[in-house]
């Protein structure tokens, strides 16, 4: 970003992260669980409609009448979602724009959003609702994104070795922060790892 001369505070987000786990010591696991994945995107739009009407008995008869609409909306930023197959755990993140629930990393902003200063992703590493730190970093929390994945295994296996492979692809978006333009993008990186860990007895 700092060659097209965006500067520091135009960067690249993570708009999906998706993990997959998987032992390679199969005939040692008994069962996986996972705990509840979230709900969609807390999208509630309440919408409060009144009509207000009054006869006035002047000279001349009239009847004034008025109506009023109030929105309400409240979008949780992050989606959590695991599933399960086999003894794969599937494990993903998925970060949704605040104005309408979409998900950011297959959408584009509407291009009269990205000229309004006090859009909902504008100035998104210093708002109160930021789905960032102000250094960049991803906020989670625990109580509304799981607690985790479990897998069961034979009591013979405590105290052994077994590896896990780690697959995962990583989304990184580019939705404008504090410059006036309409360039956005979505790019993506996959990597794959093999970690031991020693079962605890």
Known sequence: MAKQGYGSDEKHFPSRVSLQFTP???????????SRSTDNPVHEVGVE??????????????????????????????????????????LSWFLHDGADGREMFS????????????????????????????????????DEYGEGVCWRMCPGIAGKTVEWEI????????????????????????????LKLIIAE
Do not use: C
């Open 49 to 90: 409609t009144s009509l207000d009407a009054s006869l006035s008995v002047p000279a001349t008869m009239g009847i004034g009448m008025s109506a009023h609409e109030t929105v309400t909306r409240a979008v949780r930023p992050w989606k959590f979602e695991h599933s399960v197959h086999g003894n794969t755990a599937s």
């Open 107 to 142: 959408s584009e902003p509407r291009r009269l959003e990205l000229f309004k200063p006090r859009s909902w992703f504008r100035n998104r590493y210093t708002n109160p609702n930021r789905p960032f730190t102000r250094s960049g970093g991803v906020i989670f929390a625990g």
């Open 167 to 194: 697959r995962g692809r990583v989304w990184v978006t580019y939705w404008p922060n504090k410059k006036r333009t309409t360039h956005t993008e979505t790019r993506s990186l996959e990597f794959k790892e093999q």
């Open 24 to 34: 390679r010591s199969q005939p040692y696991i008994l069962s996986l669980s996972v």
